[in-house]
């Protein structure tokens, strides 16, 4: 082991990559019960698809009702929302650093730096987790859709979806071994649960303001359009400021 070259962030990167591709290409040739990936991917391209048509159509009486500021402020605290939601799930997941899954039995027989294992696996999960790399897209695609910006404007979207997700799985990674790092283990298992219940917040969050989009989008927006410039500097008004400057 002493003669072992370390494996850096983009290697790394690449080799799980490459593992979990093949492993999802034998997923779809199996048959029978064991074709799961498929049925992941399935449901993933749909319930993306779903999202598009229904955010479209809230996000349209928002535009309809609001100017342009109060427009990016909903789609900041929506977009901001989702994406925190998706950070307190990762984060709040411990499997990474347990052992026993063939990817974490073959990072513990290579020396690798904790900022390579971060970076690395950041980049893998967006390129090869379905739901993960869509989990925002939907939203960002049906604003353009709503406020009619050219296709070259899908690509950004698709874009931004990206970095931000490999943002979040470098957070959430990053947040897991800082807990394993700082926190005792006599009170490891509470550390672990403390973040499993901000995550159920941040999803009840999430849903009760899914909910007000869905049901009452004009009043929402009126809402949000008189909290003030200040939610431009939030996470999600940085997430979608790109397409609100276009639009």
Do not use: C, H
């Amino acid at each position: 082991m002493s003669g072992a070259v370390s494996v850096g962030a983009l290697g790394l990167a690449r080799l799980l990559v490459r593992a979990r591709l093949r492993s999802f290409r034998n997923g779809l040739r199996s048959r029978g019960r064991a074709r799961t990936p498929l049925l992941i991917a399935v449901v993933a391209l749909v319930t993306a698809v779903a999202y598009v048509g229904l955010f479209a159509q809230s996000f349209a009486v928002v535009v309809a009702t609001v100017g342009p500021a109060g427009q990016a402020a909903a789609l900041a605290v929506v977009t901001g929302l989702v994406a925190f939601g998706s950070w307190s799930a990762k984060a709040a997941g411990s499997d990474a650093l347990r052992a026993g899954s063939p990817e974490n039995e073959f990072l513990l027989a290579r020396p690798i730096t904790l900022g390579a294992l971060v970076v690395g696996r950041g980049i893998a999960d967006a390129a090869t987790d379905p739901m993960g790399a869509l989990f925002l897209f939907p939203v960002l695609f049906a604003a353009t859709l709503v406020w009619r910006l050219p296709a070259s404007a899908w690509l950004l979207a698709g874009a931004t979806s990206a970095l931000v997700q490999v943002g979040i799985s470098m957070l959430a990674y990053a947040t897991q071994v800082a807990l394993v790092r700082v926190v005792p283990a006599r009170r490891r298992r509470g550390a672990w649960a403390a973040m499993r219940l901000l995550s159920a917040l941040a999803l009840a969050a999430l849903w009760m303001v899914g909910t007000g989009v869905l049901r009452d989008p004009a009043g929402l927006a009126s809402r949000l359009a008189a909290l003030g410039g200040w939610v431009r500097w939030t996470p999600g008004g940085l997430i979608a400021a790109p397409l609100a400057a276009w639009a």
